[in-house]
């Protein structure tokens, strides 16, 4: 089993920047992908970006803006965001998976943080 807690959520004007945190416990870290979905109000949980031990990916509406980063000492991924748009308003997840098969599918992901809002107005 593996608990994660994200932080760092709020609200910030378009332009600004928000860095989200999640502390992963229960396994390995090193043997996780890590992943930032994204679900806004009255829409579909979407992938954000997801990281292994080699690679990075990301979803197209956000390459440029925003960068996915582990911190291994303190079992932590994060998520930088900068340049930020309204529609980027949505509740944040953090997930984990070890099948690193499929990097933006949600369901491969076992394990959920509580989600962290992100607010961004115009």
């Known amino acids: 089993q593996v608990a994660l807690v994200e932080s760092g959520g709020g609200s910030v004007q378009a332009g600004g920047s928000l860095r989200l945190s999640c502390a992963a416990s229960?396994?390995?870290?090193?043997?996780?992908?890590m992943g930032w979905f994204r679900q806004a109000p009255g829409k579909e949980r979407e992938f954000v970006a997801s990281v292994t031990r080699i690679n990075t990916y990301y979803a197209d509406s956000v390459k440029g803006r925003i960068t996915i980063s582990r911190e291994y000492a303190k079992n932590t991924v994060y998520l930088q965001m900068n340049s930020l748009k309204p529609e980027d308003t949505a509740v944040y997840y953090c997930a984990a998976t070890t099948d690193w098969t499929l990097p933006k599918a949600s369901a491969r992901y076992p394990y959920w943080g509580q989600g962290t809002q992100v607010t961004v107005s115009s």
């Open positions: 229960g396994r390995t870290f090193s043997s996780l992908m």
